[in-house]
């Protein structure tokens, strides 16, 4: 049989994995630079924990973990003959994989509330699993780059997390990403004004496929799901809306000046935008986007979406939003979050499309010992852990080279691995060390290498 691997995960190379680990380093960084502390969290929680907090559809996409042992003797036998796999599942299956890293760390703040000093700043880089279809971006297993502050309702964090969106894209050289940035009350205040409260979610989550149906396909959308023309019509000038960030914010004010929860994201909205214009930013742009309805399921505040530089064919590559009681479902209310997350396998093909991984380079030793004799390889390996004691990468090529034709292919690793330093022969106390690069070599000893080196 022909080994294979289940579609929507992967196998990384070494120079993928360096790649990643480069994206993994800069982002973390740049957590610890803002003041996160990193937090881990199992790769499998109680299916309780996890079903009913993504909506049905998300629920659906949830991968399940059998129960140990005979998981079908205990099933009512009344049941099984049923065939429905929705009963059936409940009774073999109580555990299962993560679908993200923000359900699992609100049990996490739920169950340690009493060790945590709030606002608590955490981040999370973990894989998590989506039975999803997969397709150009998307997988089943697949990393999530988490940073959320709980415990405080100030605006300045979301003011921190556009400049750390920008940081990190900045560090990782993908210039001109679009921050884009809404606000949950102005839509809720839209709904309100038109007069279709009550179809809150169909109307957003309509609004929100503007960029992908049109305008035409948006009102046909909204039509099915029963909201009246006469609310369409109201609605008619968020279809075109243009201008400046300060423009938008006006013409919002305008609209829902009769809606007191809508007056209050467009000054929430306004706080933010403001005080980015003052600290400006280095290579993204923030934009306010009324179309965003990302994750209405949770989001009650501010809404963030990242899209890639213009031309890069990619979805988002970042997002996330203010949650109001997200720990509520555990039991814990009124603990207020705001939280983002870095999509790594999207900012990996941006990065890669790019071409901006040139100068990352993989793991290797800077000196490597050919293995010509054998009576030299105890001397070798002992001088080796001298290198290695000053911190210093080196290794001993394993195996003796017997012939001219084994020798050949030390060099050849060498010439393969680009490895800078290379020591030959031992000549007494003394080794020969040859610059790959220069071909320069010299019979030095081993403190003589480590200064070479250093």
């Not at 924990?49 to 005979?70: P, Q, V, W």
């Not at 790019?354 to 793991?363: A, I, Q």
């Not at 403190?447 to 080196?453: L, R």
């Amino acid at each position: 049989m022909k080994p294979g691997i289940p579609k929507g995960t992967r196998d990384f190379s070494s120079t993928e994995v360096a790649r990643r680990n480069f994206i993994f380093n800069t982002i973390k960084h740049s957590f610890e630079l803002f003041g996160f502390q990193p937090i881990e969290t199992p790769s499998f929680e109680n299916s309780s924990t996890l079903m009913g907090k993504y909506g049905e559809e998300g629920d659906r996409l949830i991968f399940k973990i059998l129960n140990s042992g005979d998981y079908l003797n205990k099933v009512d036998e009344t049941l099984l003959s049923e065939r429905n796999s929705t009963k059936l599942t409940g009774q073999i299956s109580d555990k299962a994989l993560r679908y993200d890293l923000t359900v699992p760390f609100a049990r996490y703040v739920v169950q340690h509330q009493n060790e945590i000093t709030f606002p608590f700043k955490r981040y999370q880089i973990q894989p998590v699993w989506r039975a999803d279809k997969p397709q150009k971006g998307r997988f089943r297993e697949f990393y999530q780059c988490d940073a959320d502050v709980v415990g405080s309702t100030s605006l300045w964090q979301e003011v921190e997390f556009v400049q750390l969106y920008d940081i990190v894209f900045s560090k990782l050289k993908v210039k001109g990403t679009t921050i884009k940035i809404n606000n949950r009350k102005i839509l809720s205040g839209i709904a309100e004004v038109i007069g279709a409260k009550d179809k809150l979610i169909d109307f957003t989550v309509a609004l929100d496929k503007l960029d992908k149906i049109g305008k035409d396909g948006v009102v046909k959308e909204m039509i099915g799901k029963g909201i009246s023309e006469e609310a369409i019509q109201k609605v008619d000038p968020l279809f075109g809306f243009s201008g400046t960030n300060e423009d938008k914010l006006n013409a919002l004010a305008a609209m829902l000046s009769t809606s007191e929860e809508g007056t209050k994201g467009v000054e929430e909205l306004r706080f933010v935008i403001e005080n980015i214009n003052d600290l400006q930013l280095e290579t993204a742009s923030l934009e306010l986007d009324v179309t965003l309805a990302r994750g209405l399921n949770y989001y009650t505040g501010a809404i963030f979406e990242v899209s890639a530089p213009e031309g890069v064919k990619i979805g988002s590559i970042g997002g996330g939003g203010r949650y109001d009681d997200l720990t509520g479902i555990f039991g814990l209310k009124d603990v207020s979050g705001v939280g983002i997350s870095f999509g790594l396998d999207r900012i990996y093909l941006v990065m890669e499309e790019l071409h901006l991984f040139e100068t990352v380079e993989l793991p290797k030793p800077k000196v490597l010992f050919l293995n010509f004799e054998e009576s030299e390889s105890l001397v070798k390996i002992k001088a080796i852990a001298q290198l290695r004691a000053k911190g210093i990468k080196s290794e001993l090529y394993p195996d003796v080279a017997t012939s001219n034709n084994q020798q050949k292919k030390q060099w050849k690793y060498v010439d393969k691995r680009a490895i800078e330093y290379v020591v030959t022969d031992i000549q007494g106390d003394k080794f020969m060390l040859k610059n790959s690069e220069t071909r320069e070599q010299k019979l030095v000893t081993i403190n003589e290498i480590i200064k070479i080196i250093a």
